[in-house]
Nanobody, 125 residues
Framework: QVQLVESGGGLVQAGGSLRLSCVASGITSGIISSINVMAWYRQAPGKQRELVAGITSGGSTNYADSVKGRFTISRDNAKKMVYLQMNSLKPEDTAVYYC???????????????WGQGTQVTVSS
């Protein structure tokens, strides 16, 4: 009933920047009632998926130690979007990046967790 769609991935040289975007939409227009935490995760080949950054509806953020000072997460509640600005990229940032969100749909008493399909980020040395 809810889709998360990421965009903005690609190939960049080390030291470069990329901005990822993710929009939450309902299969039926207006079905999304509220969105709590939105986050970005990443998964490199042969590794477990890991949290990169998260942001609450009120704007509180948290980051993985490996990206602090380089990545910035933000969101636009009205547009139901979350962004990840990635600066000073390193080859070890290469991974598939996934958008994740806790979404409550109309007439539902609780939040459900959703994942996007992922977008590839490749950083060349």
């Amino acid at each position: 009933q809810v889709q998360l769609v990421e965009s903005g991935g690609g190939l960049v040289q080390a030291g470069g920047s990329l901005r990822l975007s993710c929009v939450a939409s309902g299969i039926t227009s207006g079905i999304i009632s509220s969105i709590n935490v939105m986050a970005w995760y990443r998964q490199a080949p042969g590794k477990q998926r890991e949290l990169v950054a998260g942001i609450t509806s009120g704007g509180s953020t948290n980051y993985a130690d490996s990206v602090k000072g380089r990545f910035t997460i933000s969101r636009d509640n009205a547009k139901k979007m979350v962004y990840l600005q990635m600066n000073s990229l390193k080859p070890e940032d290469t991974a598939v990046y996934y958008c994740n969100a806790d979404v409550r749909i109309m007439l539902s008493p609780s939040f459900a967790n959703y994942w996007g399909q992922g977008t590839q980020v490749t950083v060349s040395s």
